[in-house]
């Protein structure tokens, strides 16, 4: 899996998630790491990640050396986690003893959290911090949850607790108060594709360009469902190049190449080749549904950018600069009118008999 054999093993090489980064390692230098942190944000966006890399910091032999003596001593952020003491290395192989990962999503009651509380009052086996992540952390029970708030409130110096979740809304209010709260962001179609492109030059994968970038902007800001996507692409294609036709096919993808086509026939009231379009691709076995869900996040796009273009470039990469030229010339009033005719035709392909129809009616009453 590309995804583990390229997580990243220091700060430096996380993707995305700056803020977390600058404001964590900032602990680290200053020597005032928190005791309870909440990793708050969508799957495949680096919590556990870096939860991991902060575990190794802490424990780590160069910071043990330095430590909040670092700016002094001039010795660089970078180089903590070092990944070469035994401590670090631990944590990399999974067997550290000072690193506790439950999964809440299976383990959700107030026996964990029992264990939890028993194991929090024995020293870390290095000597130094024992740390406790906590995944899906939402997913505990109600009993659980008061049972995790109470060690909160009281923590044994030597112990730093990361709650993680994607679903920051359903904690109780009174664990929020305790932890120091980070939001991680979904990445952009352009972090991911060059993340991607650092693994296929590594990996020798020879894939196009725009193929990359289909992947990229199918993960919908996970990185991870990324690199599972680029995996499986090389599974399916063991060798030689990779096209981006050949990438949209193992994915289930539709060509990227048909938004533009689609958006132009429908600005110039062409509905011939619209329908047609729309046939084409129930023809092809794509899902109709999914074709809709991806013109709306184009013609979206479209509609970005004529208030702020560059916005759009930061977010896609250079990926997107020839649309941008398609962007400029649409008229606005019938990009509104698309748009709120496709959100509707979307919400009744489910129901339709007939999947093509509620698309053909929108094409038709544009
Ligand atoms: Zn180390």
Redesign the pocket.
Known sequence: MLYRKYRPLDFGQVVGQEHVVRTLQGALESGRVGQAYLFAGPRGTGKTTLARILA?AV?????EKTRGTLAAQRVPLVK??????M??QAVNIGNSLDLIEIDAASNRGIDEIRNLKESASVAAAGGGRKIFLVDEVHMLTKDAFNALLKILEEPPSHVIFILATTEPHKILPTVLSRVQRFDFKRLTVKEITEKLRTISKAEKIDIEDEGLYAIAASADGALRDAEVSLTKIRTVVPTGAISAQQVNHILGLIPSSYHPSFLGFLLNGDRQKAVAIVHQIHDAGLDLDHFAKEFLAYARKALISQINPSAVVAVEGAGVDKELAQFRSADQTKLIAIITAFTSARVQIKSSPIPQLPLELAIMQL
């Open positions: 190794k424990n780590c032999a160069q910071y903590i986690p070092c990944n070469q003491c401590q670090c």
